[in-house]
Nanobody, 123 residues
Framework: QVQLVESGGGLVQTGASLRLACAAS????????MGWFRQAPGKEREFVAT????????YYVDSVKGRFTISRDNSNNTVYLQMNSLKPEDMAVYSC????????????????WGQGTQVTVSS
């Protein structure tokens, strides 16, 4: 089993930055992929970014390319999502997810999920 705990959400103004963190525990040695998804009220869950743990290969949804950066710290089994130039449309609950496979943007391919952290962007 893998447990994920997110932190770093909050309320910011348009154009500001936030950094989310997701700490993994348990069978972390089995993790191949960690990703971030988000869900805004009344909308479906959306893929944001993912990283292949060992190689550091990253993928992003087009709407965040150039503004968000996903990274990982192998020493403490934590993945980060640096979010710059935040927009009101980025406002959502952001959830961290982990897979024991090399996957990309399909939520059902992630077996483990965190509880989510709220990001609110005021205009």
């Amino acid at each position: 089993q893998v447990q994920l705990v997110e932190s770093g959400g909050g309320l910011v103004q348009t154009g500001a930055s936030l950094r989310l963190a997701c700490a993994a525990s348990g069978r972390t040695f089995s993790i191949k992929t960690m990703g971030w998804f988000r869900q805004a009220p009344g909308k479906e869950r959306e893929f944001v970014a993912t990283i292949w743990w060992n190689a550091g290969i990253t993928y992003y949804v087009d709407s965040v390319k150039g503004r968000f950066t996903i990274s990982r710290d192998n020493s403490n089994n934590t993945v980060y999502l640096q979010m710059n130039s935040l927009k009101p449309e980025d406002m959502a609950v952001y959830s961290c997810a982990a897979s024991l496979l090399f996957v990309r943007d399909t939520a059902r391919e992630y077996a483990y999920w965190g509880q989510g952290t709220q990001v609110t962007v005021s205009s």
